[in-house]
């Protein structure tokens, strides 16, 4: 069975930094891209970074700078290190797997970052 399991969120304040992970199983974790979304309140859902099975990234242009995603495939994680949050950056972040061949798209189920003053 495919689980992805997001942990790392929490409550900071603007300046600090958090590093998330997402743990993976039931897959071949380094066959699939891997990415992090994320859905503000009364936003939708947007993505935030991905990384390729061989490692190249991509950032939205909100984050870009800031956040850094990497992957373990030894671990079956992937990280997400985000440096100088800000408000903005208040979201449930989601972890997701996606593979074009097998198809595979899968969600963790989220954590909840919180940048306040």
């Known amino acids: 069975q495919v689980q992805l399991v997001e942990s790392g969120g929490g409550l900071v304040q603007p300046g600090e930094s958090l590093r998330l992970s997402c743990t993976a199983s039931?897959?071949?974790?380094?066959?699939?891209?891997m990415r992090w979304h994320r859905q503000a309140p009364g936003k939708e859902r947007e993505l935030v970074a991905r990384?390729?099975?061989?490692?190249?990234?991509y950032y939205a242009d909100s984050v870009k700078g800031r956040f850094t995603i990497s992957r373990d495939n030894a671990e079956n994680t992937v990280y997400l290190q985000m440096n100088s949050l800000k408000p903005e950056d208040t979201a449930v972040y989601y972890c997701?797997?996606?593979?074009?061949?097998?198809?595979?798209?899968?969600w963790g189920k989220g954590t909840l970052v919180t940048v306040s003053s």
């Open positions: 039931g897959f071949t974790f380094s066959r699939c891209s």
């Open positions: 990384i390729t099975t061989g490692g190249i990234t």
């Open positions: 997701n797997a996606f593979s074009a061949a097998p198809w595979m798209n899968s």
